[in-house]
């Protein structure tokens, strides 16, 4: 930016402004004979949860890796009453977030919102939302690497003979590797779990933080890996066990702080390095949650009030 | 470690053939083993012999014949009937394969205790205490050092890493093992440590074995019966001993005469 330039009036960030739908596309981009086969292999998916249902994944606009997958589980579902909400690492309004939101705006015309409670579709990128879902929603996620055994098996023909024969031997092996090395189960992200007591299954990059959410949930999830040409499923109210052992049994990550803004101490906490002298604070990766707290007049230690009550009681 | 019927056979062998394209594998392969009984395989290169270890060991299909296990529970069953479930399941409990190249039966980016611990956590062990109990007692079994469980395989010498593929697969308790020349790559004072380790525990748990090897010595100490092979057929069979030592058939003659004297 020169410094010639004047100082344009506050405008509202591109994500707040509405945005019209084009002319041109189908409805929700894919054509129609696409979302009918990405439906067939959803409800496959569904009717053997954890199982890996193979699909003619399509080319996106955007590149693989940024939620194609997805994308695609989304445009098969998503209806013009739907109201779709799109989070990326729990927040609305990082990039990947906004431009999908945008992306469906434009081509379906559906309302999109930020509130997790609004929308009946969901499409994640590595969080569950902290607020429980409901069993009128959907929760899509993003996968980049579906196949929980690819780490210890690289083999496709093994992967999938594994699976058929319920071979999850070595899933423990790795398990044990990590103790064996740093005396706990290191594994914090893509935690596998087992679905329904059959199919391990990788639950996307969520944090293991979030693994006990999808155990009996009340909406929905489904998983599209675009790259990779998978979909699968877990239906509402379905049994999702992390793998542990007994001696060793899951845990989930907990934190000393709270949330410097809202002051949740029942959220999944990032870390935000606010200058050069080693300060720092933890906030709620999830934006909505966060937000909605502070509005109903919780704060945090480095928090602003937001109640005109608080604000006078500041003064 | 007793067989469930002490007088029936624990593998059967019958008119085993393999072949690949008008090639011949194996031909026209009859025998039977006994629990606890030790059979030697041996032959030149091409003879046959691997090809007759990855049929009976439930590795490859056979063009024609049977290969029946004595399991636990049902009897004598023809492996080849059994659904790839069971057959899998019988081949990581029952049964153990060592092979030449110790690369091929390890997994060689997890650690020696891993290793060990494999079978059992595909059984079914879930208690992370228990199963590096039981991969402890084993590595000390095939003499192994205890400092060494939690180091990768690739870090081991050749001897230890066919001592570990030996301990992974008799972690299970298997009452069959297939031994494809698990010897042959190691220095002689190696091999003598590693024969002396596997004569005493398949002694002590009474486990039969059939070994694949070129090695006339290693039969000789090893086994009990001893069959030779030559271009896919089994040319002579009998007792180790009288076989070694009044061979009938030329080939037989040959081969004991090749020995290179020390």
Same mark, same amino acid.
Request: hydrophobic share 35%.
């Given at each position: 930016?020169s410094?010639?330039?004047?100082?344009?009036?506050w405008?509202?960030?591109?994500?707040?402004?509405?945005?019209?739908q084009?002319?041109g596309?189908?409805?929700?981009?894919?054509d129609?004979?696409t979302?009918?086969?990405?439906?067939?292999?959803?409800?496959k998916?569904?009717?053997?949860?954890?199982?890996?249902?193979?699909?003619g994944?399509?080319?996106?606009?955007?590149?693989?890796?940024?939620?194609?997958?997805?994308?695609?589980?989304?445009?098969?579902?998503?209806?013009?009453?739907?109201?779709?909400?799109?989070?990326?690492?729990?927040?609305?309004?990082?990039?990947?977030?906004?431009?999908?939101r945008?992306?469906?705006?434009?081509?379906?015309?559906?309302?999109?919102?930020?509130k997790?409670?609004d929308?009946?579709?969901?499409?994640?990128?590595?969080?569950?939302?902290?607020? /429980?879902? $409901? &069993?009128?929603?959907i #929760?899509?996620?993003?996968?980049?690497?579906?196949?929980?055994?690819? *780490?210890? %098996?690289?083999r496709?023909t093994?992967?999938?003979k594994?699976?058929a024969l319920?071979?999850?031997?070595?899933?423990?092996?790795?398990?044990y590797?990590?103790i064996?090395?740093?005396?706990?189960?290191?594994?914090?992200?893509?935690?596998?779990?087992?679905?329904?007591?059959r199919?391990?299954?990788?639950?996307?990059?969520?944090?293991?933080?979030?693994?006990?959410?999808?155990?009996q949930?009340?909406?929905?999830?489904?998983f599209?890996?675009?790259?990779?040409?998978?979909?699968?499923?877990?239906? /509402?109210? $379905? &049994?999702?066990?992390? #793998?542990?052992?007994?001696?060793?049994?899951?845990?989930?990550?907990? *934190?000393? %702080?709270?949330?410097?803004?809202?002051?949740a101490?029942?959220?999944?906490?990032?870390?935000?390095?606010t200058?050069?002298?080693?300060?720092?604070?933890?906030v709620?990766?999830?934006?909505?949650?966060c937000?909605?707290?502070?509005?109903?007049?919780?704060?945090?230690?480095?928090?602003?009030?937001?109640?005109?009550?608080?604000?006078?009681?500041?003064? | 470690?007793?067989?469930?019927?002490?007088?029936g056979?624990?593998?059967?062998?019958?008119?085993?053939?393999?072949?690949?394209?008008?090639?011949?594998?194996?031909?026209?392969?009859?025998?039977?083993?006994?629990?606890?009984?030790?059979?030697?395989?041996?032959?030149?290169?091409?003879?046959g012999?691997?090809?007759?270890?990855r049929?009976?060991?439930?590795?490859?299909?056979?063009t024609?014949?049977?290969?029946?296990?004595?399991?636990?529970?049902?009897?004598?069953?023809?492996?080849?009937?059994?659904?790839?479930?069971?057959?899998?399941?019988?081949?990581?409990?029952?049964?153990?394969?060592?092979?030449?190249?110790?690369?091929?039966?390890?997994?060689?980016?997890?650690?020696?205790?891993?290793?060990?611990?494999?079978?059992?956590?595909a059984?079914?062990?879930?208690h992370?205490?228990s199963?590096?109990?039981v991969?402890?007692?084993?590595?000390?079994?095939?003499?192994?050092?205890?400092?060494?469980?939690?180091?990768l395989?690739?870090?081991?010498?050749?001897?230890?890493?066919?001592?570990?593929?030996?301990?992974?697969?008799?972690?299970?308790?298997?009452?069959?093992?297939?031994?494809?020349?698990?010897?042959?790559?190691?220095?002689?004072?190696?091999?003598?440590r590693?024969?002396?380790?596997?004569?005493?525990?398949?002694?002590?748990?009474g486990?039969?074995?059939?070994?694949?090897?070129?090695?006339?010595?290693?039969?000789?100490?090893?086994?009990?019966?001893?069959?030779?092979?030559?271009?896919?057929?089994?040319?002579?069979?009998?007792?180790?001993?009288?076989?070694?030592?009044?061979?009938?058939?030329?080939?037989?003659q040959?081969?004991?005469?090749?020995?290179?004297?020390?």
């Amino acid at each position: 930016m020169s410094m010639t330039q004047e100082a344009q009036p506050w405008q509202a960030p591109e994500h707040d402004k509405p945005v019209e739908q084009v002319e041109g596309y189908n409805f929700a981009y894919l054509d129609e004979q696409t979302k009918r086969m990405i439906r067939r292999a959803i409800l496959k998916g569904v009717a053997i949860p954890g199982y890996q249902v193979p699909f003619g994944s399509r080319e996106m606009p955007l590149p693989y890796g940024w939620g194609t997958g997805g994308m695609q589980v989304t445009a098969a579902v998503i209806g013009e009453d739907d109201t779709l909400k799109v989070i990326d690492q729990g927040a609305d309004d990082t990039t990947n977030a906004v431009n999908i939101r945008r992306f469906f705006a434009k081509t379906a015309g559906v309302a999109t919102t930020e509130k997790t409670s609004d929308a009946s579709l969901i499409q994640t990128r590595h969080r569950i939302p902290e607020k /429980p879902l $409901t &069993d009128d929603q959907i #929760l899509i996620y993003q996968v980049p690497i579906p196949e929980p055994l690819r *780490w210890v %098996e690289p083999r496709e023909t093994e992967t999938r003979k594994m699976h058929a024969l319920e071979e999850y031997g070595v899933m423990h092996v790795s398990l044990y590797e990590s103790i064996a090395r740093f005396g706990r189960i290191t594994t914090a992200y893509n935690y596998p779990v087992q679905v329904n007591g059959r199919y391990i299954m990788a639950p996307s990059p969520i944090p293991k933080f979030d693994n006990p959410k999808m155990h009996q949930m009340a909406a929905l999830q489904l998983f599209g890996a675009g790259r990779e040409k998978r979909i699968y499923a877990v239906p /509402p109210y $379905t &049994d999702v066990k992390s #793998l542990d052992f007994e001696d060793h049994p899951f845990t989930i990550q907990s *934190w000393e %702080e709270n949330c410097a803004l809202c002051g949740a101490d029942d959220s999944y906490l990032d870390e935000v390095i606010t200058d050069d002298a080693g300060g720092k604070m933890y906030v709620c990766s999830d934006s909505d949650y966060c937000a909605e707290r502070r509005e109903a007049g919780h704060v945090g230690d480095q928090g602003e009030p937001q109640t005109p009550a608080q604000k006078g009681a500041a003064e | 470690m007793m067989a469930l019927r002490d007088n029936g056979p624990l593998l059967e062998v019958e008119g085993l053939t393999q072949k690949y394209g008008h090639q011949i594998g194996c031909e026209d392969v009859h025998f039977s083993l006994y629990p606890g009984e030790v059979l030697g395989i041996v032959g030149e290169s091409g003879s046959g012999k691997s090809t007759l270890l990855r049929c009976a060991s439930g590795l490859m299909q056979p063009t024609a014949g049977t290969v029946r296990f004595d399991t636990r529970v049902d009897g004598l069953q023809d492996i080849y009937a059994l659904s790839e479930a069971e057959r899998r399941m019988l081949m990581r409990t029952d049964w153990g394969i060592i092979f030449q190249n110790a690369r091929d039966g390890l997994r060689m980016n997890v650690s020696a205790g891993a290793n060990v611990g494999e079978r059992l956590m595909a059984v079914g062990e879930r208690h992370y205490g228990s199963i590096r109990d039981v991969s402890s007692e084993w590595l000390e079994k095939v003499e192994m050092d205890l400092g060494r469980m939690d180091d990768l395989p690739r870090t081991f010498s050749g001897g230890m890493q066919q001592r570990l593929q030996i301990a992974r697969n008799l972690v299970t308790k298997p009452r069959l093992v297939f031994m494809d020349e698990p010897t042959s790559g190691l220095d002689v004072s190696v091999q003598a440590r590693l024969l002396d380790l596997v004569r005493g525990l398949v002694r002590q748990l009474g486990i039969a074995c059939i070994i694949v090897t070129h090695d006339l010595g290693v039969v000789r100490l090893l086994s009990d019966r001893l069959m030779v092979m030559r271009r896919g057929r089994v040319v002579e069979q009998g007792l180790t001993d009288q076989v070694l030592d009044d061979p009938q058939h030329a080939y037989t003659q040959l081969l004991v005469s090749s020995i290179l004297p020390v």
